[in-house]
């Protein structure tokens, strides 16, 4: 009697550790899963952005870098979007630049938009003020005639005509104007006043003209 409780109890014990065993396997073949299908997710979305990221210039051993440093998914994907965005600039001193005033609400633009953009920039070259200290009456005028063109263009090429999604893109407009004035460490404080004044004179113009439609 005494063999056989023992030889239970043994038995019992190959039984508990089997069942530990069977329990630690699937773990580890669950988290071997979860890790291929993070790779599998990363890599098809390093794959499927892979010419915005080569136009941008991005380096691929480095997303691959990231991966083996087990990022999730959704955080790549935000790296990549921060990756290909491109950036808007807007200096007040020289806005015939192609970069300025020209405003888009996605990394996609059309095949002939910067060509368009670059002749639309010739055009305006004659009719665009020289920025002084503060500009006078007609020169203002002009200056905002001339952001008034822009806006105007950007919303045909984006083929914006919904009335709040105008109003959003001239939000958009003036706040990357207002920041260009406020982050330049060149300006002197009246003088990023003044600009700020005239992004302020665009926003209300404009707007009164987008309610008025």
Aim: charged share 40%; glycine share 4%.
């Amino acid at each position: 009697m005494p063999v056989d409780e023992l030889q239970l109890k043994g038995l019992a014990a190959v039984v508990v550790l089997l069942l530990c065993g069977y329990i630690w396997l699937r773990r580890v073949q669950h988290k071997n899963k979860l890790e291929r299908q993070r790779k599998i997710l990363c890599k098809e979305l390093i794959l499927n952005n892979r010419v915005k990221l080569a136009n941008a210039g991005v380096d691929f051993n480095r997303l691959v870098d990231l991966v083996r440093q087990k990022i999730l998914p959704e955080q790549l994907e935000k790296v990549i979007g921060m990756l290909i965005a491109q950036p808007v600039f807007y200096d007040i001193d020289d806005p015939d630049a192609h970069e300025s005033l020209e405003v888009d609400l996605d990394s996609d633009s059309k095949p002939d938009s910067s060509e368009k953009a670059a002749a639309d920039s010739e055009q305006d070259q004659e009719e665009q003020p020289e920025v002084f200290e503060k500009m006078g009456p007609e020169k203002e005028k002009k200056w905002l005639r001339v952001a008034h063109n822009r806006f105007r263009r950007a919303l045909g090429e984006k083929e914006i005509t919904e009335r709040q999604a105008k109003l959003r893109l001239l939000v958009k407009m003036v706040e990357l104007g207002k920041k260009a004035v406020e982050e330049d460490p060149e300006k002197s404080v009246d003088r990023k006043e003044y600009e700020l004044s005239l992004w302020d004179r665009f926003y209300e113009d404009e707007y009164l003209d987008l309610q008025s439609e």
